[in-house]
């Protein structure tokens, strides 16, 4: 089904399934244990053996020698494999680091070998007894030191946010600087790891030359076709099949060494092979959110109009890298006739940096959002306002093209209204609680959403039952729940009579997990087949297709009414079909919308932040389900706050690595720290998305957050700090003195 | 992990002289630092002594009016128990700051005051650390140290002692009861405990190879506010950026003892005597000699901060 005008009345509107609060389909799997997770598929091929991955021990350099005899005679050892044992390997889709083979070392704790035995603590002790002869090269690990020498580069993150290396509108120069008043500041957001719960994990089997991946994986097309690249065999000869998924966080969009080693040590072995890489490897072996350094400079007349928006930011990255696309809502975001936005990228020799949840707008919502509050203060405007009044429905650099449909006025009003922002005092430092001083923080949320081609196959049986296969994700989404709330509604039948299958390459190829497109695009490649099934079903049973009506379980026409199993009971109809888009992404901007809502305290002796209540309010085209989307935006909220506060990989900058690799050193919030969160959906439908007219949402819930956090510290203390994590050592120095 | 050979041991002199005559021996108890450590093999014992069936897990009163802990009470139960919760709040406060419920139930008394180092060099076996393997070098002095020591700390380690409970004990005059391979028990005060690290950081505490420890005592109560104050970037399960464990009296006196910024929980009595004089002046004392680096250079006034706050809480 190809779309390429805008969504009229459909069966989906009928909203009997979609659009409802329902409980995830898969929640009693979860919840009972009974939803195995890739580590845990022990009954899928018998004879499993352990793999350990050891990882380079510096950040840069080569091998000369690895000495493994008493590795190889270590209890239990069935093989090991070198990186040293092959030429490099090819990458993967949208990988700069190389995964295996060769002297050559690019990061630390890139995979140097991989040992198979009996138990995985018997190839963990092995692994330890490699000797590795290494021969060290000085690297480049600080990014503000290469920051002055960082070409402009352009890229696409590949999960919505692009732009060329500069983009220039009008004369920013000239603009800002006759501008009454004017603001410029530099932020600078850290490292951040996934910190997914579930780690990177694969069990490998060969069948002569057919390799099947029990993996976690959120992109499985992608995923089988870089596993074939990568191993340099066919892409027909390998299946991916990851039904299950405990958090992705963009770090499990790619095929990573855990895929890979599985797979060569299972060759190696001639067993299947389990291997999880250990959460060490996890900071520093796969992929991170780079760390950014953004410059940005808002020029307005004295009535808060913007004249002139610049916002620049570098970021560094391997060879091959990209660099992190933080200016890219800058572009979208707020109206203004002079524009100017660049990127530049750094080389260096650190882990590889990649996508993570809301890649580019989450760390550059976190300086933008700042800077508005900022000039907001110096224009003497209410920030919420000074949004209000800068908003646009037309692209700021082609005034021709609109907004799809833009509510972030609507957002930011009904907020302050439910959040009780007219009780804000103006000036910060103002309120204390006891030994808190408190503020409130605001800032908008933006999210590009992406139209992706996505495919699904339906089969109706002789019981009435609806069965989806499709190879997307569920990497705790809710996707199971929203693609059979989906084909419920598409076939007239009761939630309970929907079998959903995903996560297999064998399966039709979807949208996959990231960049928020996954809900819009895999249901509405769901809508397709349905749209096949219900021609299959009416020409089975003699209907006029024209005016036939699919609801109870029954196909309705004028008097005539037959049970939907009827169809099938000369056997199962299958129906397959994919959505595809026209233009319309291009003939209109298509975004989601938000404003975040904060209230924090600080303590006013030792500078601790803590969050007292968050609401999001969220505009995102038709919300297919409102519980599981509530979720997502309260677990992307949450995201924020660690974003905010605490998160960050610590760089050594003489050896080259992040340092807190584990999750007692890089905090990521726990219950504590998140008190009351709102979530608000503005009831609203995006006709030119797709047939659902829904929308991306579970990024738009972290793109913000960090901002109005900060702001609301600000607010609280009167201190302003630009570098995040806001941790109290930057506070207490412009505290009040102690008794 | 290496492979290693395990035994239950009948009694404490037992388990002492187990451990003493086993080159590579360590003790386990709840094993809540220890097995995390053997996995990423910073530590490789060659066999495991298992104390856990020794009976030393009851709280007895001592006939001075203390409190006798057995080693083997666990973090959750000594900060339940009803003595503890009326006369040695701060104890239990900073019990119930440190790990998760699941860790306290595991944990053990004398375990909590045998807890390696978090220094994250430490953990990474690819990494110098003189803690780990002498004589490698100390990463971390030029390092990532924003939750390392600044005080009491040497040129070979910066690392701190991460426990809560230490510190509540060390303002508490806690006593370590151990016995030796010998069978001879002896007494160690909680100030003599932990060591500074010296040119030695891989030697931690005062005890000899083999010496189990049985038993910490309490002297008897103290009255006054009891507070402990836990400083850190997240509201739970996290150690201390800098933490306070302070017995406050309604004249003002009292005494403090501060986690999170040295090798063992710090504590100058003689400072305290100024403690009515406010924290400014007792934290010049406490880190008089000081030697903070860039990262962490925060604690200092972090110190007099948090000092401060538990003053203001206590005259409240």
Redesign the interface.
Known sequence: MRFDTPATTNPIDQLKVVGRPTDRIDGRHKTTGTAPYAYERHDVVPDQAYGFVLGAAIAKGRIAAMLLDEAKAAPGVLAIVTTLDMPRLERGMMNAAYLFGGPVVQHYHQAVAVVVAETFEQARAAAYLIRVDYEPEAGKFDLAAEASNAPLVGDDSGEGSSGPPEVRVGDFEGAFKAAEVKHDESYTTPDESHAMMEPHATIAAWDGDQLTLWTSNQMIGWGKRSIAKILGIPAQNVRLDSPYIGGGFGGKLFIRADAVLAALGAKAAQRPVKLALTRPLIANNTTHRPATIQRIRIGANRDGIITAIAHESTSGNLADGKPETAVSQTRLLYAGANRLMAMRLAPLDLPEGNAMRAPGEAPGMMALEVAMDEMAEKLGLDPVQFRILNDTQVDPENPNRRFSHRDLVGCLRLGAERFGWDKRNAQPAQVRDGHWFVGMGVAAGFRNNLLTKSAARVRLDGQGVVAVETDMTDIGTGSYTIIAQTAAEMMGVALDKVVVRLGDSSFPVAAGSGGQWGANNSTAGVYAACVKLREAVVQRLGFNSADAVFADGAVRSGNRSVALAEAASAGELVAEDFIEYGDLAKTHQQSTFAAHFVEVGVDALTGEVRVRRMLAVCAAGRILNPKSARSQVIGAMTMGVGAALMEELAVDKRRGFFVNHDLAGYEVPVHADIPHQDVIFLDEVDPMSSPMKAKGVAELGICGVGAAVANAVYHATGIRVRDYPLTLDKLIGHLPEAV | ???FTYERAKTAIEAAAAVARTPGAKFIAGGTNLLDLM???IETPTHLVDVNGLKLDTIEPTPEGGLRIGALVRNTDLAADERVRRDYAVLSRALLAGASGQLRNRATTAGNLLQRT?C??F?????PCNKRQPGSGC?AL???S?QLGIVGVSDACIATNPSDMAVAMRALDAVVETVRPDGAGRTISIAEFHRLPGDTPHLETALEPGELITAVTLPPPVGGRQIYRK?????????A?VSVAAVIHQNGTGRVAVGGVAHKPWRIEAAEADLPR???VVTEQLLADAKPTHDNA?KR??V??????V??QARS
């Open positions: 992990m290496r492979s996995k990423l093999q978090r994250p060099y953990y990474d076996t690819a990494q990463s030029d390092g990532v924003r400083v850190r970037d997240r509201a739970s399960y996290a150690f950026l406010g924290s400014k925060f006034p972090l007099e901060r948090t000092i401060g706050a003053i203001s």
